[in-house]
């Protein structure tokens, strides 16, 4: 996204959280690259679900999308428990989901996407992968700023200045609404890796894995959810 993909690049570190849009990314980076490695991050979330997920989501990608099956390589998880600490908001401790005195929602983690771009460029400087995909999106999104493109753009630059190479970050879902995303992921792995998504991927803030959806599981009532939940409609509803 930030800068143009060429046609040598054939490597890529998918930013994988194990929710639906890191899930889609890392269908869509799996179709697109020769080698796809994936990284998580342990930022002291309250739910482990999260983290458990991604393995999940891991196994079950090479089943729906078998013909890319050997192209998933390693996976990594960094520890950012002590910037977790510094960061905390709701999605880290106990405090109820709302709007700060800044309009932005307490579930923010200031500077994430920031922190996860830098510990994902360093990881994938000294694994030789050329390119970084993630899942931020400008369109269907909370009002996280290091969602934004121009976020994007500018940790490119300054990446890239810091490594002292060019560091290309693709973010395939900037400029898609949730039901865009869902339609993407059909086009990509067809029923099975949106059946693998609604089964398997977690998105839910307060980590349900208790109430099953038609779009997956989670509480049916945090921010996350309702993205999600009108998504999928909207996606059904133009089928």
Avoid at 122 to 135: H, I, P, T
Avoid at 142 to 148: A, H, M
């Amino acid at each position: 996204m930030s800068e143009i993909l060429e046609k040598t690049q054939k490597t890529a570190l998918v930013l994988f959280s194990g929710g639906q849009d890191s899930a889609t990314c890392l269908a869509w980076a799996l179709q697109r690259f020769d080698r796809v490695e994936t990284v998580g991050f342990d930022y002291g979330q309250r739910h482990a679900v999260e983290m458990q997920a991604r393995q999940t989501v891991r196994d079950s990608m090479t089943k729906a999308l078998p013909q890319y099956a050997d192209r998933l390589g390693d996976d990594h998880v960094v520890d950012l428990i002590g910037y977790g600490r510094i960061a905390e908001s709701a999605l880290t401790a106990d405090r109820k989901i709302e709007m700060d005195a800044r309009g932005l929602p307490t579930t923010f983690v200031p500077g994430r996407n920031l922190i996860f771009l830098v510990a994902a460029a360093a990881l994938a400087d000294r694994r030789g992968l050329e390119v970084l995909v993630g899942g931020m999106c400008e369109t269907d999104y909370s009002g996280y700023p290091d969602c934004r493109h121009d976020t994007m753009v500018a940790m490119a630059r300054a990446l890239s200045l810091g490594l002292d190479k060019p560091v290309v970050i693709e973010t395939p879902l900037m400029w898609l609404t949730k039901a865009q995303t869902w339609e993407l992921a059909q086009q990509i792995g067809g029923a099975a890796l949106v059946e693998m998504i609604i089964e398997d991927s977690h998105t839910c803030y307060q980590g349900d894995r208790t109430h099953r959806h038609a779009w997956g599981y989670g509480c049916g009532e945090c921010p996350a959810c309702d993205l999600r939940a009108a998504g999928y409609q909207e996606w059904v509803a133009s089928q």
